[in-house]
């Protein structure tokens, strides 16, 4: 069974872009690099074609990771949610109960996840621990370096 990805309507047309980028532009740029590198003689040889060679296998994986992803996902809907609960799409702020430190997060889907910015997975564990969770319940995240305990202060959509 295929996975499958939730993500919301701008990263759909983010991927939708760049898989038409990839597939119009970038694979001829790829097999003009090859072109090029096949004239430079021995292939055996040859350190630029095997860049390019290596190159074309990294497009390709792209494009087919692309081509899964937009096979399988589900878009995420406003009108699903409840505007009292934790679901992707929302922004949540939380309270570090160790360190009486305030933290504000987007959960995302996985496709969409950047922790540097505080996008959260729902598929990770804060994620997991965060979702159905309404203001002012407490839960307790697993994390490599123990059990740690938030409570969730504001919910936005």
């Known amino acids: 069974m295929a996975k499958e990805y939730r993500i919301s309507a701008e990263r ?15 694979e001829k740029e790829v ?15 040859n350190s ?3 860049e390019a060679k290596n190159e ?26 409840s505007a009292d609960m934790i679901h992707v799409g929302t922004t949540v702020v939380v309270r570090d109960l160790e360190f009486d430190e305030e ?3 987007e959960i995302v889907g996985s ?16 994620g997991r ?11 307790i995240v697993e994390a490599p ?3 740690i305990k938030y409570q969730i202060l504001k919910i936005e959509r």
């Open 145 to 147: 370096a123990g059990n």
């Open 103 to 105: 933290l504000t997060y």
């Open 129 to 139: 621990a965060l979702l159905g969770r309404k203001i002012g319940e407490e839960v």
């Open 12 to 26: 759909l047309e983010e991927l939708k872009q760049e898989l038409t980028y990839l597939k119009t532009v970038r």
């Open 48 to 50: 630029e074609y095997d």
């Open 111 to 126: 496709q969409e996840a950047d922790p540097m910015n505080g996008r959260i997975s729902e598929e990770s564990p804060f």
């Open 31 to 45: 097999a003009e690099l090859i072109k090029e590198a096949r004239s430079f003689g021995d292939l055996s040889e």
């Open 56 to 81: 074309q296998g990294k497009l390709y994986s792209r494009m087919a990771e692309l081509e899964e992803i937009l096979s399988n996902y589900t878009l995420i809907e406003d009108a699903e949610r």
